[in-house]
């Protein structure tokens, strides 16, 4: 049979179009069908690269009669999570209440009206102690319906409540230097002295907290917590979590960095860039970049979510077969597929990565496919009445909305572009999206807002920035690029609401407190106006260690000015000039290039 999924825009989704599971995707129509059936809804979510969903789906899902169990009982919906990384979130919350060995393949069970009753991950065929059979979980899930109703209902409702309250946040202080640094030392508590990273087996790269470690404010008030993360960079750097192509695994199965889970993410190799970039790695910048640039960026300009862990090796399916033969090798085997999918935040992620290390290294043809996907993200990304969606697949954009992390990632990416380019039009565009977050007045899931279904309370920076953190940081570059006190004032209140939860569990919270160091210790913005960006004094500028560095020409400085940024105002007199500044305060200006400090 042919279900509801081969016209999707998911390739994730379309790997199950040939089910005999009678799938829906995420969407009304399968809500009014459960109501119709009076049956619970089977909701299971994963993504195209997950090792695991697809060993569930050859098992289970393409099995006729564990198919027919789940279609005589249930409404079963298919979610790409990263297509739709809120209902995700919602489902993760709830099934922490069920279980603590959470990942995906998610698998819930909730009332008609989507609220869990019942949750899981990877249920096997056969029971494995002590992972009882799938479709002895689907027996009991149904025979609790039927027979224990209302206590699944009242259980549900329980879940939802307690998510709601659990969103709830207090403000307070806005976190000083001291209590920064204090955090930073806490994370560093947790590294790995013997194989370096931090915590045991498995380990993750988690960029969003070495990007804090890196920040300046850590390297001077907390060294050894900033040397940490140099040692952390080197560690991943010589262990097999770096493929030889210069790409990085997920993450790695064992303490030292062995037996890497082998997709290999958008998300953590844009984030590593910048971490790769700021430790001065250039070798390793120009790995990442090429695994970028190489693998994951598709014809239109986009880049890809992620290249898979499976591939066929010797004419059976393999997870990490192509990875583990050396780069000659690989020549006549067919690589991993990668998910086509440009989402728009990851691109963002990978826009500003790639705009800065262009920046920082003179590569312009890396800042010219920053703006390729920058490019198509603007004009595809987009549905009918031009608001950014999640996600695009070949050009056609997702019906799912955009979240506020894709927006602020997105608007951080395109302001290191203006940047890196010096064309104020990026910065115009980041501006317009920066705003529609702020407002709050799109970035929900419609479905689950009318279903009353709770969304995640949880806004820590994992393997991603969260959607407060996101758009926060976004404010903040907004603010030292002299788009007004307003987006200052935004990163403060944001910053404020989350900065105790922050401050208890700092190895959660890296971006978020990363943009409180920025809001702790004056930015130093260096603009350096010169008739050729390749000047001497546009190369002495380039390095800086600095918040903002821009290299503009004098028109370019004006375009900026009149756009509303006021750190350009005043700036475009003359060419050949570098101005150093601290909080818009600025030094005299140089014209020798050996007078532009490239430290702080």
């Not at 780069?327 to 440009?342: F, H, Q, W, Y």
């Not at 004032?489 to 890296?510: D, I, K």
Request: aromatic share 8%.
């Amino acid at each position: 049979m042919t279900n509801r999924l081969a016209d999707t825009l998911s390739p994730y989704l379309r790997a199950h179009a040939d089910n005999p599971v009678d799938w829906y995707p995420w969407g009304e129509e399968a809500f009014a069908e459960a109501r119709r059936r009076d049956v619970p809804l089977l909701i299971s979510i994963g993504y195209s690269t997950c090792h695991w969903c697809h060993v569930m789906a050859r098992e289970s899902f393409a099995d006729p009669a564990t198919a027919a169990r789940i279609n005589e009982g249930f409404v079963a919906v298919k979610v790409d999570r990263e297509e739709h990384p809120q209902v995700d979130g919602a489902y993760m919350a709830a099934a922490s209440a069920f279980t603590q060995n959470l990942g995906w393949p998610l698998t819930v069970f909730a009332t008609p009206r989507g609220r869990t009753f019942f949750a899981g991950t990877y249920w096997p065929p056969e029971a494995r102690p002590p992972m009882p059979a799938f479709r002895d979980v689907l027996t009991a899930v149904g025979e609790a319906w039927a027979l224990r109703r209302v206590q699944a209902e009242e259980s549900a409702d329980a879940v939802t409540d307690a998510l709601t309250r659990a969103a709830e946040a207090t403000p307070s202080e806005l976190p000083d230097v001291v209590a920064i640094a204090t955090a930073a030392e806490s994370i560093a508590q947790r590294e790995d002295q013997q194989f370096g990273g931090f915590g045991g087996a498995p380990k993750f790269p988690v960029a969003t907290t070495l990007r804090f470690l890196q920040h300046p404010l850590v390297r001077e008030g907390a060294p050894e917590a900033g040397a940490s993360a140099g040692r952390a960079l080197a560690a991943m750097t010589r262990s097999d979590l770096r493929d030889a192509d210069g790409g990085f695994f997920r993450y790695a199965t064992q303490r030292d960095w062995t037996v890497p889970h082998y997709e290999r993410m958008l998300t953590d190799n844009a984030q590593l860039l910048d971490v790769a970039r700021d430790a001065g790695e250039e070798d390793l910048v120009r790995g990442i970049v090429s695994f970028l640039t190489g693998v994951l960026q598709r014809d239109g300009g986009g880049f890809g979510a992620a290249q898979d862990s499976e591939s066929w090796v010797e004419g059976a399916r393999s997870e990490g077969g192509y990875y583990r033969r050396a780069l000659p090798e690989r020549a006549g085997l067919a690589p991993p597929a990668v998910d086509g999918k440009v989402i728009t935040g990851w691109n963002g992620l990978a826009i500003g990565a790639l705009a800065r290390a262009g920046a920082t290294f003179g590569e312009r043809s890396w800042i010219d496919a920053a703006a390729s996907a920058a490019d198509e993200v603007l004009r595809v990304n987009r549905d009918a009445d031009g608001a950014l969606v999640r996600a695009s697949f070949e050009g056609r954009a997702s019906a799912a909305v955009a979240t506020a992390a894709d927006r602020g990632l997105l608007a951080d990416g395109l302001f290191a572009l203006a940047l890196a380019t010096g064309e104020a039009t990026w910065a115009v565009a980041a501006r317009g999206i920066l705003d529609d977050a702020l407002e709050g007045t799109a970035g929900e899931d419609p479905l689950l807002s009318a279903q009353g279904i709770a969304t995640s309370p949880d806004q820590t920076d994992g393997d991603l920035p969260s959607d407060a953190a996101a758009v926060a940081g976004a404010a903040l570059t907004a603010w030292w690029l002299g788009a007004g006190d307003r987006y200052r004032a935004a990163a403060v209140s944001t910053v404020s609401m989350l900065a105790a939860r922050a401050l208890e569990q700092p190895f959660a919270h890296g971006t978020l407190l990363r943009v409180a160091a920025g809001l702790a210790i004056p930015p130093r913005q260096l603009v350096v106006v010169t008739g050729a960006r390749d000047s001497a004094l546009g190369l002495a500028g380039r390095g800086a260690d600095a918040e903002v560095v821009a290299v503009v020409a004098p028109d370019q400085a004006r375009a900026f000015t009149d756009a509303g940024f006021s750190l350009f105002e005043g700036k475009d007199a003359v060419a050949e000039r570098a101005y150093d500044c601290r909080a818009f305060v600025c030094r005299l200006p140089v014209s020798d290039p050996a007078e532009v400090s490239i430290g702080r």
